[in-house]
């Protein structure tokens, strides 16, 4: 009897994932345990395993496809064994119903059967013109990520609509003479043409590219983003590690200046809870747990967003070698999903590439975003408590924050900042 493959649950909350490459095919011998497929969630790719040895019978979901959690993948066998009856009729993009012992649980009875096109998440700007409308959304054409409706799918689905009932069709006509001309063919207008076109190429959407999309837009659109930007002399930093960089790699770990930013902006979050906190209707979340998302460029795919959990409970040691570990693990594509999930707060170091300040978009859901800018020799007036006001070369950097100004106002966010600024520009 042939074992199925079903996608499995790779972490807490992840409901779907998308296939972006199949590592051995149909035909292909398998080990037990030896992986065939890899899927992407939440930025992070996953190697699936196979259950048994065999052969691989057939890989039912398609490289780009997002496939439901407990949904059928392929099929393993022995070679020239049979797919079952049933098993022709499921697809990689539906749950498949389980078998003895129930690892992913049916529907109950009284459930509608799901459909053959999983949907996925439907809006309720989409659902509502759907139901005005009385529109299959079965029919619709999902232009989103992972085939999701979007607004612009369904008006542009009415719109098809209105323009094919307005198509005169000709009426039915009595056989024409020999002479008779024949019925006029309604005029369709033609597309309209890019001046562009065949001068550029296409970069396909990648699933990394495609989820940094969706996320951006939707942080922009449900949260007021409000930026303030302050900077900081990062003197007493810069020597601090200097001082302790010998130290740190004697234990092999590379002391970078992110470290510094993580445990002040944990500092910062304990001085002002609130801003350790998310949206919801029912009131603001207030989190206990501190943990802190680091933006990780991965080149031209993108960035992810590794956490550090319980940071408020790490050393300027345990901050380092946490870094370290999850950035490189980020760029070599070997984190888990849960690593990925779960942030409180976020920093993004744009300065790493010469950028001097910026305003990031904030990681929903939470309540604000820490931009670190680079660090560069400026003349700045510090005052020498024998000469006065003098001119000085520091290191100086700019900060900014921005925040959910549904959570909190300016003046939180100002007296949250100040609180990294001061614990930078004292750091001993």
């Known amino acids: 009897m042939p074992t199925k493959l079903l996608m499995p649950l790779l972490g807490e909350a992840v409901t779907d994932a998308t296939v972006t490459k199949w590592l051995k095919l149909s035909g292909d011998k398998v080990e037990e345990f030896e992986p065939i497929l890899e899927v ?166 990648t699933p990394i590219r495609k989820a940094i999309a969706e996320h951006m837009v939707m942080s922009e659109h449900i949260a007021p983003h409000v930026s303030t930007i302050m900077e900081v002399d990062m003197t007493c930093v810069a020597d601090h590690r200097s001082a302790n960089k010998e130290a740190f790699a004697a234990q092999g770990v590379n002391l970078t200046y992110t470290a510094y930013f993580v445990l002040a902006s944990v500092a910062a979050l304990k001085a002002y809870p609130l801003v350790n906190s998310s949206w919801s209707d029912e009131g603001v979340r207030i989190y206990k747990a501190i943990n802190v998302g680091m933006a990780t460029a991965l080149g031209e795919e993108g960035l992810i967003v590794p956490v550090i959990r319980d940071a408020d409970n790490l050393s300027l ?30 920093i993004t170091n744009h300065g790493v590439t010469g950028s001097l300040f910026a305003t990031p978009i904030i990681n929903q859901p939470q309540c604000a975003i820490l931009g670190v800018g680079a660090i560069q020799k400026r003349p700045v007036v510090v005052t020498d408590v024998n000469m006065g006001d003098v001119l000085a070369i520091r290191p100086m950097m700019y900060l900014s924050l921005t925040f959910d100004h549904r959570i909190i106002d300016g003046a939180i966010a100002d007296y949250f900042l100040a609180k990294i600024v001061e614990i930078l520009r004292d750091w001993s």
Request: avoid cysteine; glycine fraction near 8%.
């Open 317 to 346: 040691l345990g901050v380092a070698r946490s870094v370290n570990d999850l950035s490189s693990r980020a760029r070599a594509h070997k984190l888990q999903p849960d690593e990925v999930r779960g942030g409180t707060f976020t």
């Open 40 to 205: 992407n969630t939440d930025k992070v790719d996953t190697e699936i395993p196979s259950p048994t040895s065999g052969v691989l019978l057939a890989a039912l979901a398609k490289e780009g496809e997002v496939v439901k959690v407990g949904a059928l993948l392929a099929w393993i066998g022995q070679p020239g064994e049979s797919i079952p009856a049933e098993g022709a009729q499921e697809q990689a993009g539906v749950p498949s119903a389980p078998t003895a012992p129930e690892i992913f649980p049916t529907a109950p009875p009284s459930q509608e059967p799901i459909p053959m096109r999983e949907l996925g998440f439907i809006s309720p700007v989409v659902a509502k013109i759907a139901a005005e409308q009385n529109v299959d959304l079965s029919k619709v054409p999902g232009t989103g990520m992972g085939g999701r409706i979007t607004k612009k799918d369904i008006e542009k689905y009415l719109e098809a609509g209105k323009q094919a009932t307005v198509i005169p069709t000709p009426a039915a006509q009595p056989s024409p003479s020999p002479i008779a001309p024949p019925a006029p063919t309604p005029a369709i207008a033609a597309p309209a043409v890019s001046p562009l076109a065949g001068t550029y190429t296409v970069l396909p959407q």
